[in-house]
């Protein structure tokens, strides 16, 4: 049945392996980078679910809402490598385990 | 064939996808990056949405991977310094991932929605430049232009976080 027709739970199936790989990278890794990378791939296996359920469901709309989550994401990776670039200028490192002084 | 094509691009999405988070080199981790997101564009198409997997091209495949090289290159970002996880983490690393494979596959078809299948070419349309310009310009047009809006405060604000602190 997994292997037979290609249905919108494939779709679905695939997304949420997506979602967990990322979500793996973002608690696992320590540079913040990679964590930034990590958010991307949670993005975009939110997209993947949206264009999917729109396409088997026959609505144009949730691909819209694709459109407006790449443009958030491009403001949102503008901003965090800014943020980035300027902790780094500050405490010469990415690494987020050395940016604790607000752990009390 | 449409089942070949997906299975093809899925196990690609999956393995560069874990490699992202694997790897250590910063600058192997934006190729990983780079390859999932074309991958994803590739889903795009069989999905039919054929402007947004032009527009993931464009735009993460594009601008965003440009941004992050700029900041490796910017940083001299260092490989991650190699060290042993703990056993902890990885054995519950393994096992919600081996849970999330074997869940999904019994999880998935107890809901009667996702068993829809569409051959490729029977969708009702809506993945084209006009179509999607005819809602985006029409009934989302107050959030296309808070789009607008979001995209010079990001600028301003980009701007600003790294300018020199012009008193040091």
Known sequence: ?104 | MEPLFFWILAVGLVVSASALVAFRNPVTNAVCLVVALVIQAALFITLEAFFLAAVQVIVYAGAVMVLFLFVIMLLDVKEEARRTPPWVKIVGVLAVGGVAILGLTKIVPLFPFTQKTLHWGQGKGGGSAAELGKLLFTSYSPLFLATGVLLLVATVGVVVLCRKDPES
């Open chain 1, 1 to 104: 049945m997994i292997f037979g027709e290609i249905t919108l739970g494939h779709y679905l199936a695939l997304s949420s392996l997506l979602f967990l790989i990322g979500l793996a990278g973002v608690i696992l890794r320590r540079s913040l980078l990679i964590i930034m990378m990590s958010l991307e791939l949670l993005l975009n296996a939110a997209n993947l679910a949206l264009v999917a359920v729109g396409r088997f469901q026959g609505l144009p709309d949730p691909q819209v809402a694709v459109f407006f989550v790449i443009t958030v994401a491009a403001a949102e990776v503008a901003l965090g490598l800014a943020i980035l670039v300027a902790i780094f200028r500050i405490k010469k490192t990415t690494a987020a385990d050395q940016l604790a002084t607000l752990r009390f």
